[in-house]
């Protein structure tokens, strides 16, 4: 595992941007069938699906339309049309209004990277999507993405929060600036996903071992329980679903002011163990056709998923 995460990871996410790995990638008929492990389907349908799987076993869900880093206004603009589909469909719901539903967007799917007028493009396709939502009784949490993304993602977030306090945002761990992060979110009563981050990062802005990523995770997660904010502990990490238990106690919270997430397909098991328990847990949806960054950010996660695809492959 060490030199997959100090050679393997590194390459697979680096050489996942280049076009023409993608283009191969896609086309090969093995490959999809390994992405719907990960990934509930390409349509709207597909989704509310899973999402009416998921309420039913006793989860909460967040659903998050795929996409990423479009430097057109018009993919941008289908992105929020998407969006706001999909939330339309998911008031039908009998769970509407109670918490148990969220979306979760990306920025760069709503042109942050547009040069010039990116930021101001992605606050206001934001807004659109966060007055949608408000008015339908779901939750909105803004995903994190490469750290040169984060100083302006959380400006905008603190810009919307004005409007909608419950706008949730994502801290990765792995940065070496979370921790102050979260001590100024948790002030401030905001609902944070904290994660342990899925992206190459350079060491001068992330920490590179696993060992003080988790004791990175661990602080951040001891600042969040004890602060005003709602924590949203998204990690499968054994150690951390325990710490998140016990520091949940120690601080006096009840099961309803923090909650559990994991990713669609993995440790389904454990999502219903701790649901029947008596715990909060939301699963994390995907859907939709740009679903390769997220399909190779699982792989370069954890050498049995990679090794999953490769033995598809091999099986061919
Ligand atoms: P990690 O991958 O470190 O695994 C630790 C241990 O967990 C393993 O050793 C094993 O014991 C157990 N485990 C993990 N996977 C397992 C499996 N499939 N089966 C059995 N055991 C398993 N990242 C990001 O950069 N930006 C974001 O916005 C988000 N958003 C997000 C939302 C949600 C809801 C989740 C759960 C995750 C994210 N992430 C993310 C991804 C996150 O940063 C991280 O890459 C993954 O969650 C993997 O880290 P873990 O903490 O789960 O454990």
Redesign the pocket.
């Given at each position: 595992s060490t030199a997959f995460d100090s050679i393997l990871r590194p390459v697979i996410l680096r050489a996942a941007a280049a076009d023409h790995i993608k283009n191969t990638a896609t086309r090969l008929p093995v490959t999809a069938r390994v992405v719907d492990r990960f990934v509930a389907g390409e349509t709207q349908d597909d989704v509310l699906s899973a999402v009416a799987a998921s309420l039913a076993g006793g989860l909460s869900v967040?659903v998050d339309h795929l996409g990423e880093a479009t430097v057109d206004e018009a993919d941008a603009a289908a992105t929020v049309r998407a969006y706001l589909s999909v939330l339309e469909s998911m008031s039908g719901l009998e769970a509407s209004g109670s918490g148990r539903l969220e979306v979760s967007l990306k920025l760069t799917a709503l042109g942050q990277s547009l040069p010039r007028h990116g930021r101001k493009m992605a606050t206001e396709n934001a807004r659109t999507i966060c007055a949608a939502a408000h008015s339908r009784g779901v939750l909105v949490t803004i995903?994190?993405?490469d750290h040169s993304t984060v100083s302006e993602r959380l400006d905008i977030v603190r810009e919307l929060r004005r409007d909608f306090d419950d706008l949730g945002t994502?801290l990765?761990a792995y940065l070496r600036r979370t921790e102050d992060d979260c001590r100024e979110f948790a002030a401030s009563g905001a609902r944070i996903?904290l994660?342990?981050?899925?992206?190459a990062e350079p060491p001068s802005v992330a920490f590179d071992t696993h060992a003080q990523v988790d004791d990175s995770y661990l602080r951040c997660l001891r600042i969040l329980m004890h602060g005003n904010g709602h924590p949203m502990v998204?990690?499968?990490?054994?150690t951390?679903i325990e710490a998140a238990q016990a520091l949940a106690h120690e601080s006096g919270r009840s099961p309803e002011s923090w909650e559990h997430?994991?990713?669609f397909g993995?440790?389904s098991d454990e999502q219903r163990r701790l649901a029947d328990a008596g715990a909060q847990v939301r699963v994390?949806i995907p859907y939709g056709s740009q679903w390769y960054g997220y399909f190779v950010?699982r792989l370069a996660?954890?050498p049995?998923n990679l090794l999953f695809f490769l033995r598809a492959l091999a099986e061919r």
């Open positions: 967040s995903d994190a993405e994502v990765q996903r994660c342990k981050g899925a992206y998204a990690s499968h990490d054994p951390m997430q994991m990713l993995i440790r994390y950010r996660e954890r049995a």
